[in-house]
């Protein structure tokens, strides 16, 4: 039996996170999938209920588990709580808890959906890139860190360190993910500012010589972010410390149209992955039927691919979701000025139930 759980936590969270489920069992019974299901708090709606982000408990039914499934987290409410206990804690922590230090964002444009993006058809069609984002290192989790006085000043302080072991992981799992796509890792760094960054350059270079079928290039993080506007296409894996990688994966996501399109995984060594999409809990649409729920769906599809092992599962998954989209089906995320009524959150969790079912 394959333990899930689930964190819907804040915003639209719960709604998405839903719909996920619903295809998640679907997709599961059709492969002879046993799943069990558990579920939990996170964010802001655990500290309104527990006075706190992220509960004990709750860390330790995920070590249990095989893979978490999580919605999103944050909004205004908890804005002014200081950083120690807003809700980001909590999302902060299960990924330092589970040790998942290597997030996959992959940022993938649809066909149906060219014309959704901000960017000129020509330069987005066929785009299909990765970001491995180094995870549970960097200036979110340095030390010496926090709010001081100085000389009457306010001042603050956080700390971006890497060692070499942390460069080394999160580099092989770039270079593995290359060796099973166009076999190509672009290294983004600011290594003509930062020591941090020299580091990283040396010990990529060090790893890639394990892997002589993987192409291996650099690039600076102010141009990266350029070239990703100007010539996407031409990324295949981009690997990247955990501030870069939060910046740039947030990027690439938008290339596609639409935030609510975005998955991600994160993964670690202790073998529980946590799904979760790259949107945020977007409390402004929160309880109306009008979140976009293909994040969170195609999150899983990679909980089938990586946890569950399940490729046909995930590849089913995968393309219910294109079906629908090929149709014509869109959110109010993804309906732009074509004139498309748009479908609510749990319409478009029907829709693709149903294409999963034809396939």
Request: aromatic share 4%; proline share 4%.
């Amino acid at each position: 039996m394959n333990r899930i759980l689930l964190l819907p936590g804040d915003g639209i969270g719960p709604e998405v996170t839903r719909e996920a489920r619903r295809v998640l069992e679907a997709a599961a019974g059709r492969f002879d999938l046993k799943l069990e299901f558990e579920e939990g708090l996170i964010g802001g709606a655990a500290i309104d209920a527990e006075g706190t982000p992220l509960s004990d408990a709750v860390v330790e039914t995920a070590r249990q588990c095989r893979a978490v499934l999580m919605g999103a987290v944050g909004g205004p409410k908890w804005d002014a709580l200081g950083v120690d206990v807003r809700p980001e804690k909590g999302l902060l922590r299960i990924r330092k808890e589970l040790g998942l230090f290597a997030n996959l964002r992959p940022a993938r444009m649809v066909p149906a959906l060219v014309g959704a993006s901000s960017l000129k058809p020509e330069v987005v069609a066929g785009l299909d890139l990765l970001v491995v984002r180094e995870l549970t290192g960097g200036i979110y989790f340095g030390e010496p860190r926090g709010r001081s006085e100085v000389a009457g000043r306010r001042s603050a302080c956080n700390t971006m360190v890497y060692d070499e072991d942390e460069i080394v992981r999160i580099s092989k799992v770039a270079f593995e993910s290359a060796r099973k796509r166009r076999g190509e890792v672009t290294h983004v760094h600011k290594a003509n500012v930062l020591d941090v960054s020299q580091l990283w350059v040396e010990v990529v270079e060090e790893v890639a010589k394990e892997y002589s079928d993987v192409t291996l290039s650099h690039q600076l993080v102010d141009s990266m972010a350029m070239l990703l506007l100007r010539d996407p296409q031409r990324f295949d894996v981009i690997v990247t410390g955990n501030l870069f990688g939060d910046i740039l994966s947030d990027e690439a996501a938008e290339l596609t149209g639409s935030l609510g399109m975005l998955p991600s995984a994160s993964l670690g060594e202790g073998g529980v992955g946590l799904y979760e999409p790259v949107h945020g809990s977007a409390p402004d649409i929160a309880g109306e039927d009008k979140a976009n729920p293909l994040a969170a769906i195609l999150s899983v599809a990679m909980l089938f691919e990586h946890s569950l092992d399940a490729v046909a599962a995930a590849a089913a998954v995968q393309d219910a979701v294109a079906a629908a989209l090929a149709e014509g089906h869109r959110t109010g995320d993804l309906v732009g000025d074509t004139g498309v009524t748009p479908v609510g959150c749990r319409e478009m969790g029907d829709i693709v139930l149903a294409k999963l079912s034809e396939s």
